[in-house]
């Protein structure tokens, strides 16, 4: 996963997080940290924890992600 330069938050940060320990992270670059863990889990607990990481291929290329929108139900017209 990485961050972008701009994140905000440093990447210190998210390697001293408690609830992030599990994943075991390591600093490969000064925006990339990497797991052992599945994809879906290294992505979702720092999103749980309040960050927001991006997936990157094999290749180097991103992982897009694009989220089902919800939406609320049509109200019904009686007429």
């Known amino acids: 996963m990485s961050w972008p330069a701009s994140a905000g938050r440093p ?8 609830s992030l320990w599990a ?3 390591v600093r490969l670059a ?3 940290l990497v ?3 599945p994809p879906a889990a290294t992505l979702a607990a720092p999103r749980a924890a309040g ?3 991006s997936g990157v291929r094999a290749d180097g290329s991103p992982v897009i992600e694009v989220p089902q929108r919800r939406r609320a139900a049509t109200p019904s017209r009686q007429g």
């Open 30 to 32: 000064p925006t990339v």
């Open 23 to 25: 994943l075991a992270l």
């Open 11 to 18: 990447l210190t940060e998210i390697l001293n997080t408690r």
């Open 51 to 53: 960050f927001a990481p």
């Open 35 to 37: 797991s052992a863990e």
